[in-house]
Each structure stands twice: as C-alpha cells, then as structure tokens.
C-alpha cells in the first residue's frame, strides 16, 4: 500500500510537470502566433468582405459549397440544381441516362467535382505517378481574340483535353515532374519549395 503510494506521488508529479511544460509551451506558441498576426490596420476598409454581400463566413471543408449569403429565396432551388450537375458524372451520348450523357468527344474529367473537390481549387497530383486530374493546361498561338484574350490553338482549342469517349483518340498526356528547391523564405516559415 505504501509502495503504491509513492509510485501515485510519483506520477502525479510527473503528469505536473509535463502539464506545465505543455503550458508554457502552448503560452509561447500563442504569443508567437499573436506577434505574427495582421492587425486592422493592416486591411482596407470593406476587405472584411471580400465578397460583397454575398461573403460566406465559412473557413472548413466545405467553404465552397455553400450558396452566397445574401442569395433570395426563390432563386436557392437553381443553386442545389447547378450544384446537382456540378457533382454529376457524365456520360457518353446516347446512353440510357439521357439526362446525364453528353460528354466527350475528349475530356478531362467525368465530372466538375472530380478536379474541384469540395467546390474548391484543382490541385495538382501529388506525386509523379498520380494521374494528371485537377489542373487545366491553356494553349494558345502568339495574339489576341476579339476580347484581348490568348487565341486559342486552332487544332485543339483553349484547354487540353488527356481523355476522350471510346472511338476517339485523346489528345495526348500530361506529366508533371517536381524538383525540390531548397532555400530560407523571408516570414514565411518555409524551407523548400518544389517547382514542375
């Protein structure tokens, strides 16, 4: 019973110690974030919303998916509508979904949300053997459209294309190879990059 005693002493001194160790260390890692966070002063006025009115306060996952914040009522039902088709995986023509065929002659996904998960960015693949799903590659001939935009290719168009239906060649494949760059980044805490 006294053996058991000290060994509870013991611990509980330890579990002290480590709780004021994890204290202080969480203290200074918020001092630390705190000195590195922008003031007020440092944003113009109206940059709180970024966009407008229709500014969503949302930081997670699911940033993105949500309608505009000041979007009426009545026009919410064509928000889940587009939103339907953004998710939906498309078809080759004729198929017996007629409300989901129509894709191809060639394309980069079977659907929107296959590169824009969570209604975000494309991200690029993550290593060299990932398949090449989430970036776009423009192409363009030297000049201007009517608008001042690049002219598109005149073979394959504006956007590259690395899949198509059956029946229908693809119009090439896309690789990415990454070398990592090893520097200090001024305020930024960073280390490497890694550069294709």
């Given at each position: 019973m006294i053996r058991a005693m000290r060994i509870d002493k013991r611990l509980a001194?330890?579990?002290?110690?480590?709780?004021?160790?994890?204290?202080?260390?969480?203290?200074?890692?918020?001092?630390?974030?705190?000195?590195?966070?922008?003031?007020?002063?440092?944003?113009?006025?109206g940059e709180e919303l970024s966009g407008g009115e229709t500014t969503v306060f949302e930081v997670g996952r699911n940033a993105f998916s949500l309608a505009a914040r000041n979007l009426k009522?009545?026009?919410?039902?064509?928000?889940?509508?587009?939103?339907?088709?953004?998710n939906r995986g498309w078809v080759t023509a004729p198929s017996s979904t007629s409300g989901q065929d129509g894709l191809g002659p060639t394309f980069n996904a079977s659907s929107c949300s296959s590169c824009h998960f969570k209604d975000g960015r494309g991200a690029p693949p993550s290593n060299e053997e990932d398949p090449f799903v989430?970036?776009?590659?423009?192409?363009?001939?030297?000049?201007?459209?009517?608008?001042?935009?690049?002219?598109?290719?005149?073979?394959?168009?504006?956007?590259?294309?690395?899949?198509?239906?059956?029946?229908?060649?693809?119009?090439?494949?896309?690789h990415v190879h990454y070398t990592e760059v090893a520097g200090a980044f001024q305020h930024s805490g960073i280390r490497s990059l890694e550069f294709t």
């Open positions: 001194a330890i579990v002290r110690s480590t709780a004021a160790a994890l204290l202080v260390a969480c203290g200074a890692a918020m001092v630390a974030a705190c000195g590195s966070e922008a003031s007020s002063s440092d944003y113009e006025s009522d009545e026009r919410r039902d064509r928000f889940f509508v587009g939103n339907s088709f953004f989430g970036i776009l590659i423009r192409l363009s001939i030297p000049g201007e459209d009517e608008h001042g935009g690049p002219l598109p290719d005149p073979n394959y168009g504006s956007q590259f294309n690395h899949q198509s239906i059956l029946g229908v060649p693809a119009e090439g494949r896309a």
